[in-house]
């Protein structure tokens, strides 16, 4: 099969011809028809995840159909279209008891753990308890986009954020992740503040849901204009960027008891990040994590999206080929664009 891979960490990437994948006995092979470049493919490039092994094939956003399926597999067949979890759980660990896959103890991750979807197959294991079917209508492009960050910012938003009707709700960073959390805290009925430096960003903000958006680069202070402008602070912030300075605008923007989500990944020289203990204590705030969300968890937002007050398709910005990833992935990083680009040509 063609796939991309590299060799060392920052090296260069290559699309070549490597071994088809086999199905462990609880797993399956997908034939990938689309799959999303996100930011944290190239964290992983970069050499900021420990469980990466080289050579490496990145990509965790992915769709297809079932090609294969092992030996144990009992609840999908070949031909089945399927999504998955960026973060797959064993289903056997305490964390997969409790419902937790996004935190499992033994999970799988296309991309990082194992390699991934920027392939024409991707191997995946623990399928039964963690494959999604999906509707008939729904593109292959738009099931990827969902993979890593709708979901997460479903999860972020939603379970950990608790998001509800009237709430004042800021989101920090208008890239995939940031979108993505404003769609769907305006689908829950949410005033949605949108913050970014990038006016291009903030007008497809507004476009999708915010009411209300802060350019970084042209505030005195942040925090403080968030407070002014919702009468008090949010209920809700998410940083979907990962950076030490919007947590610390984040932490302060939120009125008494409000909720701080961290979606975004920090840089390893900013992962252990000063926040501002005292307003934790004073206001009872809440400093919450979101990493990934359980595929059982995954039936809400599809149904929403099927009852059309979710539109992921709305940030896909483009689509590209395999071939394309090699010079686009190095400059992840460094772009502009808004939206979410996604890989839909393997040939």
Known sequence: ??????????????????????????????EVRSSGLCLSDWHGWMGHDK????????????AGFVAEVGSDIKNFAVGDRVTVPFVSGCGRCPECHSGNH????????PG???????????????????????????????????????????RGVVDQGKVSQDQWVAVHGC??????????????????????????????AEAIGAIATVNASDSKNVAEEIVDR?????????????NPEILINSMNSLRKRG????????????????IPVDKIIAK?????????????????????????MLHPEKLISGTVSLADVPKELPFMNQSTSTGIKVITDFD
């Open 284 to 308: 009872e705030l809440e400093l919450l994590g979101s990493h990934g969300m359980q595929a059982h968890r995954y039936n809400e937002m599809i149904q929403l999206i099927k009852d059309e």
């Open 230 to 242: 919702t009468s008090g602070g949010v209920h809700l912030s998410v940083d979907a960027l990962g």
């Open 175 to 204: 890239g995939g992740v940031g979108l993505s959390a404003i769609m769907i805290a305006t689908a829950y009925g949410a005033k949605v503040l949108a913050v970014d430096i990038n006016e291009q960003a903030l007008k497809l």
């Open 102 to 109: 996004q935190i499992c103890d033994n999970q799988f991750q």
């Open 259 to 274: 909720k701080h989500v961290q979606i975004g990944l920090m840089p390893p020289d900013h992962s252990y990040s000063k």
């Open 51 to 62: 469980d990466i092994k080289l050579p490496h094939v990145p990509g965790h956003e992915l």
């Open 1 to 30: 099969m063609k796939a991309v891979v590299y060799e060392q960490f920052r090296g260069d990437l290559a699309l070549r011809r490597v071994d088809d994948p086999s199905p462990s006995k609880d797993g399956v092979v997908i």
């Open 112 to 154: 990082f753990t194992h390699w991934g979807s920027f392939a024409q197959y991707v191997a995946i294991n623990y399928a039964d308890i963690n494959l999604v079917l999906l509707p008939g209508e729904m593109e292959f492009a738009t099931a990827a986009s969902l993979g890593c960050r709708f979901a997460t910012s479903f």
